[in-house]
């Protein structure tokens, strides 16, 4: 082995010993945690009135889909009869032509009621979702504030959310050595103030012992 050979290994040596002490170093300065949002959202006091509301309001737009499907159907259902009784033997031209064009008409109004069904539902839906975006997106911010506290106090560097994803839908954080898992603790912290279930129990039952209608 020439002289240049072995500077070169003896270079690269230094070089892979000075990047291991520095990530060493790194890891043994720096405190990192990990917390899952969607946990955190899914189980915060204050989410669980928020998504009961979602849910009857939800409940409401399956209904009333429902219902003007139903309406829908049976239009068609009445323009086949009314098809039917056109082709009767008995019935003068006439007779069968006038059948005919209600059938006619009656499928037009279907088809129209339809359109105005998709239409409502895409509307509806996407209002929905910007409702869920801004009241959610709300609790978000509050919990990340709370979040942010939490680090600035117990003297963490960084706090990732694992339960969150890049735009490339990848994990924020992949790995983590010695990462100190801290989404128990923010829901104690979170739900700090909650209202007491007992309490709470206690109150509507005086309410409905009032009286009042």
Do not use: C
């Amino acid at each position: 082995m020439n002289v240049k050979n072995l500077l070169k290994i003896i270079a690269v040596f230094f070089s892979a010993l000075i990047i291991t002490s520095s990530s060493l170093a790194q890891d043994k300065n720096d405190k990192i945690g990990t917390v899952n949002m969607q946990q955190l959202l899914a189980q915060f006091h204050k989410s669980a009135p928020v998504l009961e509301t979602f849910k009857g309001y939800e409940k409401q737009i399956i209904e009333r889909n429902k219902t003007k499907a139903e309406e829908i159907r049976a239009l068609m259902d009445e323009a086949a009869k009314t098809q039917k009784r056109a082709e009767t033997p008995s019935f003068a031209r006439e007779k069968k032509e006038q059948l005919l064009r209600e059938a006619q008409s009656t499928r037009v109004e279907a088809k129209a009621r339809e359109d105005a069904r998709i239409a409502w539902i895409t509307r509806k839906k996407t209002a929905f979702s910007e409702k869920q975006a801004v009241e959610l997106g709300v609790l978000r911010k509050e919990i990340m504030g709370m979040v942010r506290e939490f680090g600035d106090a117990e003297g963490y560097d960084y706090i990732f959310d694992k339960s969150g994803s890049s735009g490339a839908s990848i994990p924020i954080l992949a790995y983590a050595k010695d990462a100190t898992s801290l989404t128990e603790k923010m829901l104690e912290r979170i739900n700090r103030d909650a209202p007491d279930e007992a309490a709470e129990g206690s109150d509507q039952g005086k309410s409905k012992g009032s009286g009042e209608e």
